[in-house]
C-alpha cells in the first residue's frame, strides 16, 4: 500500500506511459540487474534496447544479452578505458559514439515506436561527465511514451533523480577488490 498519496497519483498516471528505475550505490550489481530486468521484458516479447555508456570491454552479460531476438545492443566501438585516464581526444570520440546510441534510442523510441524498455547502463557517470548530451537525455526522461527507463550508475545527478520512480542502491558490504583480487570473467564481467 502506497502511502504518499502523491507518490500513488504520479504512479498510477505514469502505469500507461513507463516507469524510470535507477540502480545506484558503490556495491556490484548495477548492470546485472538491469541486465535481469532486460531478460525478464525479452522473455514476455518485448522489445529493449540495452545501451552501455562508459564501457567498451566485452561481458557476459551483453554477449548473452546481444544473442536474444528482441534485445538490441548498443554501445562504443572500442574501450576507452577510464575517463580519468583518457585523453581529450579519446573523451571528445567517446562523447560522440554515446550521442550516436543516444540518436538510435531516440529513432525507436519516437520514429519506430517499436520498442518498450531501454536499459542506459552507466547513464549516471556518461551524464557525470557530460559524455551524452545532456539535452536529449532529459526529453526521453521527460517523454519516454510508454517505454520502461532503466538507469544505472554511480552518484546519478538529481536531473535524473527527479525523474525515478524506483531507486534501488547496492551497497558494498565487503568486496574482493579491497584485497586486490581483480575482476573475474563471467563473474564481474
Do not use: C, W
Not at 129 to 134: A, G, I, L
Not at 170 to 176: C, E, L
Amino acid at each position: 500500500m502506497i502511502k504518499d498519496k502523491d507518490m500513488a497519483d504520479k504512479i498510477q498516471m505514469k502505469k500507461e506511459t513507463g516507469l524510470v528505475h535507477i540502480y545506484t550505490g558503490d556495491g556490484k550489481g548495477k548492470t546485472t540487474a538491469a541486465a535481469g530486468l532486460a531478460l525478464r521484458a525479452a522473455g514476455r516479447g518485448l522489445k529493449v534496447i540495452f545501451a552501455q555508456f562508459m564501457k567498451g570491454r566485452a561481458s557476459g552479460e551483453v554477449d548473452a544479452l546481444a544473442q536474444i531476438p528482441d534485445v538490441m545492443v548498443l554501445r562504443a566501438s572500442k574501450d576507452y578505458g577510464f575517463y580519468s585516464r583518457m585523453s581529450e581526444a579519446d573523451r571528445n570520440m567517446q562523447k560522440k559514439e554515446h550521442d550516436s546510441i543516444l540518436d538510435t534510442i531516440f529513432e525507436h523510441v519516437y520514429k519506430k515506436h517499436d520498442v518498450s524498455v531501454v536499459v542506459l547502463d552507466e547513464l549516471a557517470s556518461a551524464y557525470e561527465y557530460n559524455q551524452v548530451d545532456r539535452a536529449k537525455t532529459g526529453y526521453l526522461l521527460e517523454n519516454h511514451e510508454g517505454v520502461e527507463i532503466v538507469i544505472t550508475g554511480r552518484n546519478p545527478d538529481e536531473a535524473l533523480i527527479r525523474h525515478a520512480d524506483y531507486i534501488t542502491e547496492m551497497k558494498k558490504i565487503k568486496h574482493p577488490f579491497d584485497l586486490g583480487i581483480s575482476a573475474r570473467e563471467g563473474i564481474e564481467y
